[in-house]
């Protein structure tokens, strides 16, 4: 549905209710904001991430950080560990600031000790998600220029098959137990490799044992480096229409805004020195690195990390053995939750913030989850260009409305219509524009992106929303195609791409379908060329070398032609609109 015809619809539907849109205030959401929330922020509070970093584990330095496998460090081991990364980071490998660093891991120790060691010897961090395949390893290495990585072992046959084609000088490899003592850390690693088999084989000629780099950096010197608010922290990559994840250039001031932001959305919920949070979410994606990787550091709270919360049994069991104040996830997560019977007979006496973000929160999820924790489950909306939040429901909202809530703190959003000019009236659909110090600073290495990106300084979302009278926006289309499953982003054109690549396809078109437990799920719809073998199991096999397990797709359609516009270009939402 193209916006000029969501405006036709919202047009008739005032005039068969006889309502009128009312004109929008300047910054209407202000006024509703609950009365302990700033309107303003402060972004430079902190020179850097390192120099919050240094004020939280000094004044927290006897409290816990970070909890996984049943092993705990305190803020002051994190301190210590960290800088021994750094040293060697610096000392041992002769890395400079602004090289990059990816970290390829899951929610394990060592995720902030080297998050925190890269971030203090000055590097800029590249999260790589561990179950890419190895295509798409390959291209997030070669386009952010990474000549040094962190990973598991679990994924070291996957940069076996990539890093030949990209910078990678220095791989250095670590273990799922390397942070848990040596009995329990020695127990653990033998079971993933020789009882659940989880390693499989690599040839990587040469690869650096993560404890040496550990132990080396203990007898090294660290240079704290010279940073500002506009030192590049991190590339997150998100999805690209162009079929390639595109690298956002987050600073330490956009993160250092967002964590600031946070904070006074949910501070009055807060108490410093107190919280125990729960990540579930992996700590590579940029919900979960702001929110519970940064906010709660920031706060001093205990953080529960989660390695594999697709086992709901044992997420379960820590969560009954684990105090926890707060949590975030995603609605599949809670969904799953909620529908368990043993988190139905916990008890949930503390817990006072919890937050959904990375897909739409569905409205029996959000009323379920209260009903059984006693606690509302806050909905936000934000994009990886962000760093990532734009708007949450604030804390004192009753109920579940399907809003995405009001713009955070030091955030300006306008809706605009086709021809960009800013939509005065409520209710009225346009395109959602975001300013504020937490936008990026642009893609890396994609000029002419960040032009059609950026409108006279605001960035384009490409989400169509409406706003009401107080400031509450509604998603209700996407202006591109992008697909959201379980909070991750899926875009047709890499779907499509893997799809041609089988000798039997002549055209594909991927799209976004509704499904109850991921939001959405992708669908395929294929054209075979003439005589062409090819049935939908064969075809979702093919699609599986190539692509992460939620790009998969999970239906296929095998049709004569596709809809496509006067020019031949495919017609994705018609195809949408029929799927659903």
């Known amino acids: 549905m ?40 402060d972004p430079d509070r902190f020179s850097s991430l390192v120099a919050m970093f240094e004020q939280s584990v000094a004044d927290f330095a006897g409290r816990p950080a970070y909890t996984n496998f049943g092993r705990t460090l305190s803020y002051a081991e994190l301190d210590t560990l960290s800088r021994d990364f750094a040293a060697y980071l610096q000392q041992g490998l002769g890395l400079a600031p602004g090289e990059r660093i990816a970290l390829m891991m899951p929610n394990l120790l060592q995720y902030p000790v080297c998050l925190f060691g890269a971030l203090r010897a000055g590097l800029v961090v590249v999260n790589v998600n561990p179950l890419y395949t190895a295509r798409e390893l390959e291209h997030q290495l070669k386009d952010s220029g990474a000549e040094t990585i962190v990973i598991v072992e679990n994924f070291a046959h996957t940069l076996d098959k990539a890093i030949r084609q990209t910078r990678v000088r220095h791989v250095i490899l670590t273990r799922m137990g390397d942070h848990l003592g040596w009995f329990k850390g020695t127990l653990l690693n033998l079971v993933v490799r020789h009882v659940k088999n989880m ?17 080396r950096g203990r007898t090294m010197s ?24 595109k690298g956002a250039m987050l600073s330490h001031r956009n993160m250092l805004a967002n964590v600031e932001q946070c904070l006074g959305v949910y501070g009055p919920c807060l108490t410093p020195g107190e919280e125990k ?4 979410l ?24 989660i390695t594999n919360p697709r086992d709901i049994p044992a997420f379960v069991k820590a969560l ?44 029996a999820v959000a009323e379920q989850w209260e009903a059984i924790t006693g606690c509302k489950l806050l909905e936000g909306y934000g994009l990886t260009e962000c760093s990532p939040l734009v708007t949450v429901c604030p804390y004192d909202m009753e109920g579940y409305s399907g809003s995405i809530g009001l713009p955070v703190c030091s955030t300006e959003v306008r809706l605009v219509d086709d021809e960009g000019r800013e939509i005065r009236l409520s209710h009225t659909p346009g395109e959602m524009e975001v300013r504020g110090p937490q936008v990026m600073q642009g893609y890396w290495g994609q000029q002419e992106r960040d032009e059609r ?5 605001w960035l384009r979302t490409g989400d169509i929303a409406t706003m009401d009278e107080q400031g509450f926006l509604k998603i209700v289309d996407r202006k591109k195609d992008m697909i959201l499953v379980s909070g991750f982003n899926v875009f047709p054109n890499e779907i499509e791409e893997v799809a041609m690549l089988h000798k039997a396809v002549l055209e594909a078109a991927a799209v976004g379908v509704p499904s109850g437990e991921t939001g959405e799920m992708v669908k395929l719809v294929v054209v075979k060329k003439p005589g062409g073998e090819l049935d939908e199991r064969a ?21 004569d032609e596709l809809p496509k516009t006067n020019v031949g270009k495919i017609l994705r939402r018609e195809l949408r609109d029929q799927a659903a």
Request: glycine fraction near 8%.
């Open 2 to 41: 193209t916006l000029a015809l969501l405006l036709q619809e919202t047009d008739m539907e005032h005039t068969l209710s006889g309502a009128e849109p009312a004109p929008l205030s300047v910054k209407p959401w202000l006024n509703r904001y609950p009365p302990d929330v700033p309107a303003e922020i």
């Open 199 to 215: 390693v499989p084989r690599h040839h990587l000629s040469s690869w650096i044992d993560y404890r040496e780099a550990m132990a």
């Open 222 to 245: 660290y240079r704290r480096p010279e940073l500002n608010g506009d030192s590049l922290a991190f590339l997150q990559y998100t999805g690209g229409t162009t079929g390639l994840s």
């Open 277 to 280: 949070v729960v990540t579930a």
């Open 282 to 305: 992996p700590l590579y994606h940029v919900f979960a690195l702001t929110v519970n990787g940064l906010l709660f550091l920031r706060l001093g709270a205990q953080n529960l990390l």
């Open 320 to 363: 009954k053995s684990y105090p926890f104040t707060c949590l975030t996830g995603v609605n599949t997560l809670f969904n799953a939750l909620v529908n368990n019977t043993d988190f139905q007979g916990s008890h949930f006496s503390r817990l006072k913030l919890t937050i959904g973000g990375g897909m739409s929160v569905q409205r």
């Open 453 to 457: 990106s950026f409108h006279d300084g």
């Open 539 to 559: 075809l979702i096999r093919h699609c599986r070398q190539y692509l992460t397990a939620y790009k998969v797709p999970k239906m296929v359609e095998f049709r």
